[in-house]
């Protein structure tokens, strides 16, 4: 997942954000995953002119791997990456059902960067 901001209007400021793409995508078009198997995410933050960018899950929690890291993780259901930060993000899904994921600045979120995955039994 490649986290994004927008310039639209040459002001130095974005204008809206998004993940892979088009502003509301993943909210429309949830990302279909199977229950118990592991879904693997290398997230990078390529947002311009906001120096930190997130990625939050709802009703789950998830291992992050820090960049250059190898068997250390992080658990919890939020991350903060700076400009040009990435790092590996799994999760096993439980429960079937829609899951929200967003950016956890609000801004970003009520501008495009939000999504859900689509959980479902296999």
């Not at 990435?86 to 439980?94: A, M, Q």
Request: aromatic share 18%.
């Amino acid at each position: 997942m490649v986290m994004n901001g927008y310039d639209t209007d040459g002001d130095g400021a974005n204008n809206f954000y998004s993940v892979n793409g088009p502003a509301f995508f993943h909210a429309k078009h949830p990302i279909r995953v199977k229950r118990s198997e592991t879904v693997r995410i290398y997230l990078a933050n390529l947002t311009e002119f906001d120096l930190i960018n997130s990625f939050h899950l709802h009703g789950d929690f998830f291992r992050y791997y820090r960049t250059g890291s190898t068997d250390q993780f992080d658990y919890t259901d939020t991350v903060m990456l700076c400009q040009g930060e990435r790092g590996i993000v799994e999760i096993d899904f439980h429960n079937p059902g829609l899951f929200m994921f967003h950016a956890h600045q609000s801004e970003f979120t009520e501008l495009g960067w939000m999504g859900y995955f689509d959980v479902q039994d296999a």
